[in-house]
């Protein structure tokens, strides 16, 4: 069984930044490894998206410019980081790995618990 652990979230000003980590059990090189948030009485939605082998990563639009994902140089860790966080941002972040290259979380089979952002106007 594949395992995700999240960390790094918390509550923080708007214009903060938080940078949110997951280790995972396991990541094959065919991987993609996702990041979503959900936010109370809202559906999960799409955040960013990574290749484990490498390319171009996919950031929804309401993030793009502000959040950056890349793979750490610990073994099986992926970071997200947050720049310029808006009261919007807030939601609880989860991570998670599939092997499609799909913004629809449907296409993720391993997921973490998530971490609550909250930010504060």
């Known amino acids: 069984q594949v395992q995700l652990v999240e960390s790094g979230g918390g509550s923080v000003q708007a214009g903060d930044s938080l940078r949110l980590s997951c280790v995972a059990s396991?990541?094959?090189?065919?991987?993609?490894m996702g990041w979503f948030r959900q936010a109370p009485g809202k559906e999960r939605e799409f955040v960013a998206l990574i290749r484990w082998r490498g390319g171009t990563p996919l950031y929804a639009e309401s993030v793009k410019g502000r959040f950056t994902i890349s793979r750490g140089n610990a073994r099986n860790t992926v970071f997200l980081q947050m720049n310029s966080l808006k009261p919007e941002d807030t939601a609880v972040y989860y991570c998670?790995?599939?092997?499609?290259?799909?913004?629809?979380?449907?296409?993720?089979?391993?997921w973490g618990q998530g971490t609550q952002v909250t930010v504060a106007s």
């Open positions: 396991s990541i094959l090189s065919s991987s993609v």
């Open positions: 998670a790995r599939g092997s499609r290259y799909e913004r629809n979380p449907l296409a993720y089979d391993y």
